[in-house]
């Protein structure tokens, strides 16, 4: 087992290489330049190529991107901001939590529901609730996440102001005891996390559902009614626990998703959060900020592959067998 967990490990040294060379060649290949938020038309015309200069956008862009992984293999420095001075990884490191707490909140709630609703729509396989949930579940995977994001904020922030619009905290969050504050955070996530996880939910819902039916139909599912065993401990005990193992392979790949929709929920709802910084960054190109966050997103998502892939190994030993061939 820790062989396996080594080799895969060791495999995704290159892609992490491999996928921010191509950010960077990217970014820097964009229309845009840095530099135009701060040249105004009476500054002279030197000017833009001091800032240039200082911020290092100057040199060719085989010349950039050397210095810049110098810097980042070496001393793990992406730069300081263009827009504000402050060092990028300090910048991501205090916008980490708040995404981090969104996402991992988003995935538990959709694996849930997910799990839930395919479950139950695969013991009703053929019949009008599976229709009705399988329906449903393609609704919420076909619907755009800024859509629903905005549809509850203006219904259930704005209309009915039930919940709150904005921010991760309210105003008065510090004058607040322990378990007051444990409920401003909670209610200032109520939509950002329903608006992610609803949108996630449907992914594990169509995985359980066609896994379920299948393991149902399986002959060691008949072997166990034959042996006079209940059906609740049938389909618990075998039945969703096979079904659960295609879940797993999926779990590392959903990162990504989420992290792109955690964007988009941190913009609609204003939440201090990554995935506001990162469009920020875009938006003034601002070069360092963007890297920074970037290798965060990239080392997030190899992590969760590595982690889907370990754990699959452990429930399913002949994939570590596979490997070793």
Do not use: C
């Amino acid at each position: 087992m820790v062989a396996y967990s080594l080799r895969r490990l060791l495999v995704t040294i290159p892609i992490l290489f491999l996928g921010l060379s191509l950010t960077f060649f990217v970014i820097r290949l964009a229309p845009g330049d840095p530099t135009d938020r701060f040249i105004t038309p009476s500054m002279s015309p030197g000017l833009k190529e001091n800032i240039a200069k200082k911020f290092g956008i100057d040199q060719p862009i085989p010349i950039q991107y050397i210095a810049w992984m110098k810097s980042v293999i070496l001393h793990f420095d992406f730069g300081n901001s263009f827009a504000n001075g402050r060092n990028a990884s300090k910048v991501i490191l205090d916008a980490l939590p708040p995404t981090l707490l969104l996402s991992t909140l988003s995935l538990v709630f959709g694996l849930i529901l997910g799990t839930l609703l395919g479950a139950y729509s695969a013991l009703k396989s053929g019949s009008k609730t599976d229709k009705t949930l399988t329906s449903l579940l393609l609704f919420f995977y076909s619907v755009p996440t800024f859509w629903l994001g905005l549809i509850f904020l203006g219904f259930f922030a704005i209309s009915l102001d039930w919940l709150p619009s904005s921010q991760l905290t309210s105003i008065f969050h510090d004058r607040l005891g322990f378990f007051g504050k444990l409920w401003d955070y909670a209610i200032h996530l109520i939509l950002p996390v329903l608006t992610l996880g609803l949108t996630t939910a449907p992914v594990y819902g169509r995985f359980v559902r066609n896994s379920m039916i299948e393991v149902l139909n399986s002959d060691f599912i008949t072997a166990a009614r034959a042996r006079g065993l209940s059906e609740r401990k049938i389909l618990l005990h075998y039945g969703l626990r096979n079904a659960l193992l295609p879940v797993i392979s999926i779990l590392g790949t959903s990162l990504p998703a989420l992290f792109s929709g955690a964007v988009v929920v941190e913009v609609i709802y204003s939440l201090p959060g990554m995935g506001r910084v990162m469009f920020d960054a875009a938006l003034g190109r601002d070069y360092p900020i963007i890297m920074a966050a970037s290798t965060v997103a990239f080392i997030s998502v190899i992590i969760g592959n590595f982690l889907a892939d370990v754990g699959y190994a452990v429930a399913d030993p002949r994939v570590r067998l596979e490997g070793s061939n």
